[in-house]
């Protein structure tokens, strides 16, 4: 099974990297940009024997190692 991993900012957290991106479109000429919050995604192959032994996993890994869960959300997707 393939799992697709979203990892965001939790809202209210400063971004400073998406403060960047947002001023280097703008200054690339890119008009209309009203914000940027950036983030990450892993996309993960899961030997499971089921979808919700699958879905656990996952979600340990998220809770352990992928996503720091103190300032940042994820969300799975199977693709």
Aim: proline share 1%; glycine share 8%; net charge negative.
């Amino acid at each position: 099974m393939k799992a697709r991993v979203t990892v965001t900012l939790k809202n209210g957290v400063l971004d400073p990297q998406g403060k960047a991106i947002e001023g280097a479109l703008s200054s690339l000429e890119f008009s209309g940009v009203n914000g940027v919050r950036q983030g990450k995604v892993f996309d993960l192959d899961i030997e499971a024997s089921d979808k919700s032994a699958a879905e656990n996993q996952v979600a340990q890994m998220c809770e352990k190692l992928l996503a720091n869960t103190v300032i940042e959300d994820y969300a799975i997707e199977w693709v």
